[in-house]
């Protein structure tokens, strides 16, 4: 054999090596996502995976006891009481505006969000991110459309959720959200299922505040989801600056990392 055979065997092993070395991170996330129980338990039999479930748990755990758990030692109805006033709170803040309780471009119980952002996944992974919401006092709904793009092996994965939300005000400095939807992806195929959501919203002054937005999906009654994004908002009226981190995580794969963004609302 030549010494250009050689030369060349020698450049197709490292380039295969090379190549080898990305790890196929949307690829991974879609196979967790739309498998069926029959391979789950198959792998789960011969390859033992650790499971990363206790901030899945301590986060949605915290949400049910704010949502539907009354006190200890209270009324059972206390949680239906805080329930309800808050959604003629949330009503009561939009019947005119500007007025004392809502001004225009408040962050809360807004007319109309729009948001967009930038997250850094990896050195072979970013997204963009959109996201929507329109409502009128304490209803409302919201869609969410994320893009991952790998580089390498180069690949696309898009994200939809859709929700009808109940948006619940407690004074002008803090909003909690409860919704419901479907949920979609795209990428080798396609696959839907169904979503709740939530959301943490806390404005102690008129230019800054916090919000956490958790959210799960379950696909096929098999396969979940899980999406947190917790973010510091600056805000001037009404156009704000968010930065925030941002986990979305299947069973083995936690696609997750900072991002920035845009905000618009009114």
């Known amino acids: 054999m030549s010494i250009r055979r050689y030369v060349q065997l020698a450049c197709t092993f ?7 070395l990305w790890a196929d991170e949307l ?48 009324n059972q109805w206390d949680c239906f009481h805080w329930i309800g006033e808050g959604f003629s709170y949330s009503n009561q ?40 919401q329109v409502g009128y ?31 619940l005000s407690y004074g002008s400095q803090i909003e909690v959200d409860f919704g419901m939807g479907i949920y979609g992806l795209k990428g080798q195929e396609r696959t839907s299922g169904f979503s709740l959501t939530s959301a943490i919203l806390y404005y102690p002054n008129d230019h800054w505040g916090l919000e956490f937005r958790p959210t799960v999906a379950w696909i096929n009654r098999d396969n979940t989801v899980n999406d947190f994004d917790l973010a510091l908002h600056l805000r001037q009226e009404a156009v704000g600056v968010k930065l925030g981190y ?16 845009l905000v618009l609302r009114w």
Request: glycine residues 8%; aromatic residues 12%.
């Open 137 to 167: 006092g304490a209803i409302g709904m919201d869609y969410r459309r994320t893009r991952f793009d790998q580089f390498r092996p180069q690949k696309t994965l898009r994200m939809e959720w859709w929700h009808l939300l109940s948006r």
């Open 93 to 132: 803040r939009v019947r005119r505006t500007p007025t004392p309780l809502r001004e225009a471009g408040d962050p809360l119980v807004p007319f109309v969000r729009i948001d967009g952002a930038w997250q850094h996944v990896s050195d072979e992974i970013e997204a963009w991110d959109v996201y929507g």
């Open 14 to 20: 490292l380039m295969m090596a090379y190549g080898s």
């Open 246 to 261: 941002r986990w979305t995580k299947s069973t083995n794969v936690t696609l997750d990392g900072p991002y920035v963004g």
């Open 27 to 74: 690829g991974q996330f879609e196979e967790d996502v739309t498998r069926g129980r029959e391979s789950r338990s198959r792998e789960d039999r011969h390859h033992p995976r650790h499971h990363d479930h206790d901030w899945d748990e301590f986060c949605f755990d915290m949400i049910w006891d704010l949502a539907f758990q009354a006190s200890e030692g209270q």
